[in-house]
């Protein structure tokens, strides 16, 4: 039996606990609103400027098609990084830093509270809770980051 650990970030949206590994995550960042930019789905809220470079930034809550939160003090941006893109997303709170055993976390179903099985890297469970292990890699598609990209360089609020 492996004793691997997976290190992971845990967030809450909406009633649901999500994670990822902690290698994907760049920064955590206190709320505040992203710059919009036109002609982009309504699940991206705009851009965040994040070490000299333009980042995405998702609406988790819009994406996952949940009904909007009120403000709250605890929303955070969270950066995700994979080397090369960036791309942030909105939560509604930042919960710890934890690991689990590697061969604790299950293959998703092809659905899981409608979510589509392309943004599940696995599912884990923790006492009665189960923690949605989001693939951050996958939270905005190739196609999708082309429209991003285009949306970006005819802002005329984007200064690239």
Same mark, same amino acid.
Not at 20 to 43: G, H, K, Q, Y
Not at 89 to 103: G, H, K, L, Q, R
């Given at each position: 039996? /492996? /004793?691997?650990?997976?290190?992971?970030?845990?967030?809450?949206?909406?009633?649901?606990? %999500?994670? $990822?590994?902690?290698? &994907?995550?760049? *920064? +955590?960042?206190?709320?505040?609103?992203?710059?919009?930019?036109?002609?982009?789905?309504?699940?991206?809220?705009?851009? =965040?400027?994040?070490? #000299? *470079?333009?980042?995405? +930034? =998702?609406?988790?809550?819009?994406?996952? @098609?949940?009904?909007?939160?009120?403000?709250? !003090?605890?929303?955070?941006?969270? =950066?995700?990084?994979? #080397?090369?893109? /960036?791309?942030?997303? =909105? +939560?509604?709170?930042? @919960?710890?830093? &934890?690991?689990?055993?590697? $061969?604790?976390?299950?293959?998703?179903?092809?659905?899981?509270?409608?979510?589509?099985?392309? %943004?599940?890297?696995?599912? !884990?469970? *923790?006492? &009665?809770?189960?923690? !949605? !292990?989001?693939?951050?890699?996958?939270?905005? &598609?190739?196609?999708?980051?082309? +429209?991003?990209?285009?949306?970006?360089? @005819?802002?005329?609020?984007?200064?690239?």
């Amino acid at each position: 039996m /492996s /004793s691997e650990r997976v290190p992971l970030v845990t967030f809450r949206v909406g009633d649901t606990t %999500y994670a $990822a590994d902690v290698l &994907s995550v760049e *920064r +955590v960042i206190p709320f505040t609103p992203p710059r919009a930019i036109p002609n982009v789905p309504v699940w991206l809220d705009g851009v =965040i400027d994040h070490a #000299g *470079r333009a980042v995405p +930034v =998702i609406d988790l809550r819009a994406r996952f @098609e949940l009904p909007p939160a009120a403000p709250d !003090v605890l929303r955070r941006i969270v =950066i995700f990084s994979n #080397g090369t893109d /960036s791309v942030a997303a =909105i +939560v509604d709170a930042v @919960e710890e830093v &934890s690991t689990v055993a590697a $061969a604790d976390l299950t293959e998703p179903p092809a659905i899981f509270r409608g979510l589509a099985k392309q %943004y599940l890297r696995a599912l !884990v469970r *923790r006492n &009665s809770d189960v923690i !949605v !292990v989001l693939d951050a890699a996958q939270l905005l &598609s190739a196609r999708e980051r082309i +429209v991003v990209d285009q949306a970006m360089a @005819e802002s005329p609020t984007h200064g690239r």
